[in-house]
């Protein structure tokens, strides 16, 4: 069974840190593209970031440019985000996803193309 595990959620205050953790059991990551995307309540799924099959190339949203860092690490078969500075409008429930139809050097934030997803984890920032 394929399955992508989202951990590392939490509460935390603005200009804190979290690093979430994207795992795979069942299969392989180093053949998938992965993205992180993130859902606040009322609010559509927005594409925060993803990182290509061979580690080459990272996509990251505007809204946390700068502040966010996603790499990956194959021989864990686990992607990671790490966010800093986190801000109260990074509150959301925040899910990976896994692409196998991409180019190695290339990744998307758009949805649609992601075959996996996992279940999501919280994120909340709050004083």
């Known amino acids: 069974q394929l399955q992508l595990v989202e951990s590392g959620g939490g509460l935390v205050q603005p200009g804190g840190s979290l690093r979430l953790s994207c795992a795979a059991s069942g299969f392989t990551l180093d053949v998938y593209a992965i993205g992180w995307f993130r859902q606040a309540p009322g609010k559509e799924r927005e594409g925060v970031s993803c990182?290509?099959?061979?580690?080459?190339?990272?996509v990251y949203a505007d809204s946390v440019k700068g502040r966010f860092t996603i790499s990956r690490d194959n021989a864990k078969n686990t992607v990671y985000l790490q966010m800093n500075s986190l801000k109260p409008e990074d509150t959301a429930v925040y899910y990976c996803a896994a692409a196998r139809t991409l180019a190695t050097g290339y990744c998307t934030v758009v949805a649609g193309v992601y075959s996996y997803w996992g279940q999501g984890t919280q994120v909340t920032v709050s004083s």
């Open positions: 990182i290509s099959i061979n580690g080459g190339s990272t």
